[in-house]
């Protein structure tokens, strides 16, 4: 999940206009959940689409889905959300921590 997201990350700084500040930031924290969380500077619109750019795009375009389905399956979600006026685009993932991985 984390190698997919930073590879969407970096594409997405990828297309930044020349001169604009190319930023990924990733945290990944361990407590009652595992909470994975990837920013990256982006290109904002009121209307994002989060489709690949990149050559050959049938062979790309289904991380983010892949993503959700992984987190689903152990009872998690995974949140977009844009922001606009600061040019970030956030990606958060929550998985419950089971009993076990606690100790």
């Known amino acids: 999940m984390l190698q997919n997201l930073l590879d969407n990350a970096m594409e997405a700084n ?7 500040k190319k930023e990924i930031e990733a945290q990944l924290m361990m407590g009652h959940e ?7 500077r982006a290109v904002v619109s009121e209307k994002m689409e989060f489709r690949t750019e990149k050559e ?3 062979l790309h375009g289904i991380g983010l889905q892949l993503i959700r389905e992984i987190a689903q399956k152990y009872h998690g979600d995974m949140h977009m959300e844009a922001d606009p006026a600061q040019g970030w685009v956030t990606t958060r993932i929550r998985i419950p921590a089971s009993p076990s991985a606690l100790n």
């Open 34 to 40: 595992l909470e994975l969380v990837v920013r990256n």
């Open 56 to 58: 050959d795009p049938q």
């Open 14 to 20: 990828l297309r930044l206009p020349e001169g604009k």
